[in-house]
T-cell receptor, first 110, second 115 residues
Framework: QKEVEQDPGPLSVPEGAIVSLNCTYS??????FMWYRQYSRKGPELLMY????GNKEDGRFTAQVDKSSKYISLFIRDSQPSDSATYLC??????????FGSGTRLSIRP | DAGVTQSPTHLIKTRGQQVTLRCSPK?????VSWYQQALGQGPQFIFQ???????QRGNFPDRFSGHQFPNYSSELNVNALLLGDSALYLC??????????????FGAGSRLTVL
């Protein structure tokens, strides 16, 4: 069993829709949770960073962490074609190696 | 301010050959991590360097080795290349003094094809 599970998609939604991306994990030691966005032929870029459980909002993006369920989510409101990319969840216990999910390919249809 | 730069961007090798990939971290960062990203997969941690020493290592064989130089730049070496080594190799830099997780800044990667 992988430490981090992520639905690979692809996920295709119309412009303006709310997008929900999710990951589950098995290691209860994970405390830091991140979402990275990766455009084609580019390296991942940090989108959201959350410590422990709770919600964090940044513009159209909201990250949620439920440590009791070992489940994290990223919501994108008013999705735009420019949001089309692969979204990678990532997590770590401290200043340790960061473990990534396999990524979800997202396509926003104009 | 330059971010993480990697070279070469693309390269093709044959089985059994050796390859060296290079990385210059973001200005002000002192830690370099290397990841392997196979097609359609998430990045897999190879190892991390700080103060010119390997701090952590993922589940990769000894064919994968690295080095960090006094200016914080780094190299990834892979010996005896296998077809399965074909992937995008990502370098990421961070600041070890950052509290909490080492938030990574990635380069665009070096795409290695092994024939």
């Amino acid at each position: 069993q992988k430490e981090v599970e992520q639905d690979p998609g692809p996920l295709s939604v119309p412009e303006g829709a709310i997008v929900s991306l999710n990951c589950t994990y098995s290691n209860s030691a994970f405390q830091y949770f991140m979402w990275y966005r990766q455009y084609s032929r580019k390296g991942p870029e940090l989108l959201m960073y959350t410590y422990s459980s709770g919600n964090k909002e940044d513009g159209r993006f909201t990250a949620q962490v439920d440590k009791s369920s070992k489940y994290i989510s990223l919501f994108i409101r008013d999705s735009q074609p420019s949001d089309s990319a692969t979204y990678l969840c990532a997590m770590t216990s401290s200043a340790s190696k960061i473990i990534f999910g396999s990524g979800t390919r997202l396509s926003i249809r104009p | 301010d330059a971010g993480v730069t990697q070279s070469p961007t693309h390269l093709i090798k044959t089985r059994g050959q050796q390859v060296t990939l290079r990385c210059s971290p973001k200005s002000g960062h002192d830690t370099v991590s290397w990841y392997q990203q196979a097609l359609g997969q998430g990045p897999q941690f190879i190892f991390q360097y700080y103060e010119e020493e390997e701090r952590q290592r993922g589940n990769f064989p000894d064919r994968f080795s690295g080095h960090q130089f006094p200016n914080y730049s780094s190299e990834l070496n892979v010996n005896a290349l296998l077809l399965g080594d074909s992937a995008l190799y990502l370098c990421a830099s961070s600041l070890v003094e950052y509290s909490g997780a080492n938030v990574l800044t990635f380069g665009a990667g070096s795409r290695l094809t092994v024939l």
